[in-house]
């Protein structure tokens, strides 16, 4: 049984994959104080209430946060007695190319997401992900990584509001009602939320004119959805986009 982890800034995602279909998937804070054996007994105890008794022998990693790898790894080794393969690392080969500068480094998140998207919608892609940065990620026509955007995440930018200003309260965000907020709060929310939005046409807007062919537009993420509903920006939302990339790259280096 193949356990696939996505260690994002915020959280980590951990997905259980039987060979066709995701069975089971939790989610926890991500931290690199965490050890192997809290992990293990975390995991274990969440398992044994989702009734899952298969035993894991793989393991798939990627991660934004480097220091969280290393317990990992020892959670691999120690309890479930196999070496997991690490998306960035020299040993972990891609089924996709990477055409960037020389010496530029490309999140590991960021590869998994473009693998997956080629499998699933073929290229000439955008893929948009709303995590703790909003990143929009480019594939050409063969698949390969050509580069993309980083801006910063929504909930990102609500914290910075309400940190940076003595005034503004911490608020969610939400589909507003109107665009002229009758109060701070809906003030705040309509910014945000209609800010995003022209964020993510005005770029995509601008990607596909830059690749000068015709590209689809793939949301994943949490809030995707929520701006799907009002306008639409997206011709697909994938919500295991990662998941699912984890398991091509694991299969690929299975049938080197």
């Known amino acids: 049984m193949l356990l696939a982890i996505d260690c994002g800034n915020t959280n980590t995602v951990f997905s259980i994959w039987d060979g066709n279909q995701f069975i089971s998937n939790w989610r926890i804070a991500t931290s690199h104080k965490r050890t192997a054996d809290q992990y293990y007994v975390w995991l274990k105890t969440l398992m044994s209430l989702d009734g899952i008794e298969y035993e894991i022998d793989e393991m798939v990693i990627s991660s934004t946060v480097p220091r969280v790898v290393f317990n990992l790894r020892v959670l691999a ?73 980083i801006a910063p995440g929504v909930n990102l930018s609500l914290e910075a509001l309400h940190q940076a200003a003595a005034a503004l309260p911490h608020v969610d965000i939400t589909i507003p009602q109107s665009v002229i907020g009758k109060n701070t709060v809906a003030c705040m929310q309509s910014g945000i939320f209609w800010g995003y939005v022209g964020l993510v046409r005005e770029i995509c807007d601008r990607i596909k004119s830059e690749h000068a062919r015709p590209m689809k537009v793939i949301s994943t993420g949490g809030l995707a959805p929520l701006f799907q509903q009002s306008v639409h920006l997206f011709d697909t939302f994938e919500d295991e986009l990662t998941m699912h990339g984890l398991t091509v790259i694991h299969k690929f280096n299975k049938d080197i």
């Open 77 to 149: 080794d120690k309890y479930f007695g196999t070496r997991p393969l690490v998306v960035g690392r020299s040993d972990c080969r891609l089924p996709i190319s990477v055409r960037v500068d020389a010496g530029a480094a490309v999140g590991p998140d960021r590869l998994v997401n473009t693998v997956a998207g080629f499998d699933l919608c073929g290229g000439d892609l955008i893929i948009v992900d709303f995590g703790t940065a909003t990143t929009f990620d480019v594939v050409d026509s063969d698949g390969a990584y050509i580069g993309g955007c």
